[in-house]
């Protein structure tokens, strides 16, 4: 079955009915909960977005907890960080009263005992996930499900919330929630801007090993509904 599919002229467009999506998970979560939970990624895609879903004043952002998809293992103070792009372009405005749980707890590589800590914080996130955006890279990978990755097998069939992965094309190590996690969510989007990542997308959605192109498992998978948000 392939996932339902949203065009738009560009990116500003696209940004707006994003941010109008997710905050409509937010409200209805916090109405039903009275907290409501994101999982974002990052990257120079979702910039756009994240000013807009920021600016929102009819979501109780006091309410709200925002985490990552996946993080490079890299201090809020790299140019590298998500959770600096977060923090800079979404958690702003009516939007800084969120709490942001990090993926990144520091040391100089993501062992076991770094991931511990963050799992340990993850379950300070209400499950399940009101929303989900992913993102993906022109080799189909998505979160930080690359192709090639040393533990890919574990993030898509694993149990715990977030686990560390490397691989050739990631650059830093990096710690990434599990397809599990992410599954665990009302509503999942992927966002997708350029003539090139429809490419990638509609090479995805044909016949192929998910390890080739990660972002397969969830495009196939039927238990979480997915939207492909998209402009050229």
Known sequence: ???????????????????????????????????????????????????????????????????LVDERWVPETSDRSNAGLVNERMLQGPAATARFIPLYTG????????????????????????????GMGNDGHTASFFPGGDTLAEALEGEGPALAIRAPGAGEPRVTLSLKRLLDAAGIYLHIEGEDKEKVLEQALGEGPVADMPVRAFLRQTQTPLTVFWCP
């Open 1 to 67: 079955m392939n996932p339902a599919r949203r065009s738009f002229g560009g990116k500003e467009d696209l940004a707006i009915a994003l941010a109008e999506a997710i905050a409509d998970h937010l409200n209805e979560g916090i109405e039903r909960r009275g907290a409501a939970s994101l999982a974002v990624s990052g990257g120079s895609t979702p910039a756009k977005f994240f000013g807009a879903l920021g600016k929102r004043k009819d979501v109780q952002w006091e309410k709200v907890f925002v985490t």
């Open 107 to 134: 040391g100089a590589e993501p062992d076991a005992a770094a991931i511990e800590r963050a799992n340990q914080l993850q379950k300070t996130v209400p499950a399940p996930f009101d929303a989900v955006v992913l």
